[in-house]
T-cell receptor
Framework: QKEVEQNSGPLSVPEGAIASLNCTYS??????FFWYRQYSGKSPELIMS????GDKEDGRFTAQLNKASQYVSLLIRDSQPSDSATYLC?????????????FGTGTLLAVQP | DARVTQTPRHKVTEMGQEVTMRCQPI?????VFWYRQTMMQGLELLAY????????DSGMPKDRFSAEMPDATLATLKIQPSEPRDSAVYFC?????????????FGPGTRLTVL
């Protein structure tokens, strides 16, 4: 089992719809979670971080965390063609001297005009 | 505006040659990470430093890869000798790591092609 799992997609949604991206993780003691957006040929860009159970909203983006289910998701409201990218979920592995991110393989989102 | 810089952006070399990639982290950040990204493996952590001290290089092939941080403004990743399987995009990221907060900001990457 991979430490961080994402559906590779592509996830295709029409413009204006809600895109829902999901991620599960295996390390029960993980405390912080991040979503990165990566356009083709570019570097990952941090778009959301979440540390507590529940929802965190930032503009059109909402991150949702459920530690009991080991599940984190990203909702993108009013999806735009410019949101088309690969979305990487990252989970922090923290312990002792170790403090590093474990990345999923990403979900490719395609927003259709 | 503050950002991580990496040089070179592109590198084409022949098998057996030495490759050195450089990274300037964001001023004030205390952690620096080196990642490699390929289509097959995704984003893999190679090594990272906190306050310039190497903390974990378990993801790095030790026989040919080395990572150093000679000062707070420069991190290097060296491959010697390079092999075709090293062809990938290498990213440097920096952050200010404190407790569970591990937000990392990525540089533009070095696209390496080993022929």
């Amino acid at each position: 089992q991979k430490e961080v799992e994402q559906n590779s997609g592509p996830l295709s949604v029409p413009e204006g719809a809600i895109a829902s991206l999901n991620c599960t993780y295996s390390d029960r003691v993980s405390q912080s979670f991040f979503w990165y957006r990566q356009y083709s040929g570019k570097s990952p860009e941090l778009i959301m971080s979440i540390y507590s159970n529940g929802d965190k909203e930032d503009g059109r983006f909402t991150a949702q965390l459920n530690k009991a289910s080991q599940y984190v998701s990203l909702l993108i409201r009013d999806s735009q063609p410019s949101d088309s990218a690969t979305y990487l979920c990252a989970v922090n592995h923290y312990g002792g001297a170790t403090n590093k991110l474990i990345f999923g393989t990403g979900t490719l989102l395609a927003v259709q005009p | 505006d503050a950002r991580v810089t990496q040089t070179p952006r592109h590198k084409v070399t022949e098998m057996g040659q030495e490759v050195t990639m450089r990274c300037q982290p964001i001023l004030g950040h205390n952690t620096v990470f080196w990642y490699r990204q390929t289509m097959m493996q995704g984003l893999e952590l190679l090594a990272y430093f906190r306050n310039r001290a190497p903390l974990d290089d378990s993801g790095m092939p030790k026989d040919r890869f080395s990572a150093e941080m000679p000062d707070a403004t420069l991190a290097t990743l060296k491959i010697q000798p390079s092999e075709p399987r090293d062809s990938a995009v290498y990213f440097c990221a920096s952050g200010f790591s404190r407790d569970f907060n591990n937000e990392q900001f990525f540089g533009p990457g070095t696209r390496l092609t080993v022929l």
